[in-house]
């Protein structure tokens, strides 16, 4: 037969004191003597009693837990991406003694009640996610990990700088003589894909070029051909010399639809994820890759929402960190063809030697 667990009152009786003074004594509340809270918490610790979470919900009103909801949560558990935020949105609930909640995902169907929790982290918010609009009008407290589309209701974002990170590798490829850029990216229902698309837009005006275009479905990673859709694209586009991609499946795709065209990657048209994943450094080619740091936004949209949920904070609409580049040979094997010079990027990126990343490359 178990132990009983020890209860609130069990620690007041041993105490001596009553139930309330008890409970503001383990709950930082409350007006007593110092020696009589450090009493009632030596009492608690010796009998090894253990607030019951329901009941102290009942009392404040919290539940000491935050949730993070994804469009596809369990499907996106495959990207490296994901599981990085998750990790980094879990370091901080760690830290700061609260449990994080993965809510139950259904784009499509309402969900019968509200979640139990102080507050929700919404990654890669998508406009038509049923779930999404109703915890943005649900009066939870949101946080955003990614940039809203248009027409959509907002909350505040924390979001990586995608802009400067996009024209960095941008200004790089336009250097190996990169002229007819294309890319594969999220439709209109993605922000991030917004983001990407007027960047690189505004990037090739600039340079009075034009950016060729094909958009999939947020996380269609699940149920498209990307070595398909990659190939319509190049055979309705026959100059492009650069595939901008979302993530590593469009580039094993965006690889394999090249190579079935007797292209070589890296050469005849370069590639350039714009997230990375380990899998990118051990492809054939190695992808140039955008490093979007999953690990450190989901622990800054934590770390931005349990400062709503505590301490009432006002945050700023949008909150950017930055990004880095990992220049690999899908893009420098065309540098190195040009003399291997040295190439040293602005803003986010690191300086990085094209000798050292054909080196890389070919450990690869």
């Known amino acids: 037969m178990r132990p009983r667990p020890v209860t609130l009152g069990d620690v007041a009786r041993e105490a001596g004191v009553s139930r309330s003074t008890a409970s503001e004594a383990l709950s930082g509340r409350g007006r007593m003597t110092e020696s009589t809270r450090l009493a009632v918490r030596d009492t608690a610790v010796r009998l090894g009693y253990r607030p019951n979470a329901l009941a102290q919900s009942l009392r404040t009103g919290r539940t000491g837990a935050i949730a993070l909801h994804h469009q596809h949560a369990a499907d996106s558990f495959s990207s490296q991406y994901f599981r990085e935020f998750v990790a980094g949105a879990m370091d901080v609930t760690s830290a700061r003694d609260?449990?994080?909640?993965?809510?139950?995902?259904?784009?499509?169907?309402?969900?019968?009640?509200?979640?139990?929790?102080?507050?929700?982290?919404?990654?890669?918010?998508?406009?038509?996610?049923?779930?999404?609009?109703?915890?943005?009008?649900?009066?939870?407290?949101?946080?955003?990990?990614?940039?809203?589309?248009?027409?959509?209701?907002?909350?505040?974002?924390?979001?990586?700088?995608?802009?400067?990170?996009?024209?960095?590798?941008?200004?790089?490829?336009?250097?190996?003589?990169?002229?007819?850029?294309?890319?594969?990216?999220?439709?209109?229902?993605?922000?991030?894909?917004?983001?990407?698309?007027?960047?690189?837009?505004?990037?090739?005006?600039?340079?009075?070029?034009?950016?060729?275009?094909?958009?999939?479905?947020?996380?269609?990673?699940?149920?498209?051909?990307?070595?398909?859709?990659?190939?319509?694209l190049l055979d309705a586009e026959p100059g492009v010399d650069l595939l901008l991609v979302p993530s590593e499946a469009v580039a094993l795709g965006a690889i394999a639809a090249l190579r079935a065209r007797s292209s070589e990657p890296g050469r005849d048209v370069l590639v350039v994820s714009c997230a990375d994943a380990q899998m990118l450094g051990l492809t054939d080619p190695p992808v140039t890759a955008i490093d979007l740091g999953p690990r450190a936004l989901g622990a800054a949209c934590a770390r931005a929402l349990l400062s709503v949920v505590e301490d009432d904070a006002e945050l700023p609409p949008l909150t950017l960190i930055p990004?880095?580049?990992?220049?690999?040979?899908?893009?420098?094997?065309?540098?190195?063809?040009?003399?291997?010079?040295?190439?040293?990027?602005?803003?986010?990126t690191e300086p990085r030697r094209s000798a050292d990343l054909r080196r890389d490359a070919v450990r690869a």
């Open 98 to 232: 609260h449990d994080l909640t993965l809510l139950a995902s259904d784009p499509t169907t309402p969900r019968a009640t509200l979640p139990r929790v102080d507050g929700v982290i919404i990654a890669d918010p998508i406009a038509d996610d049923v779930r999404a609009l109703e915890l943005l009008t649900s009066g939870i407290p949101v946080v955003a990990g990614e940039r809203y589309p248009p027409g959509m209701p907002t909350s505040p974002v924390v979001g990586v700088h995608h802009e400067q990170a996009l024209r960095d590798v941008l200004d790089h490829v336009h250097g190996l003589g990169v002229r007819r850029p294309a890319l594969v990216g999220p439709d209109a229902h993605s922000g991030w894909g917004v983001v990407l698309r007027e960047t690189v837009d505004d990037w090739s005006a600039e340079r009075g070029l034009v950016t060729a275009h094909r958009t999939i479905a947020f996380a269609s990673g699940f149920t498209t051909s990307h070595e398909d859709l990659v190939g319509e």
């Open 323 to 348: 990004a880095t580049l990992s220049l690999r040979a899908s893009t420098e094997l065309r540098a190195s063809t040009a003399g291997g010079a040295s190439t040293e990027l602005p803003g986010s």
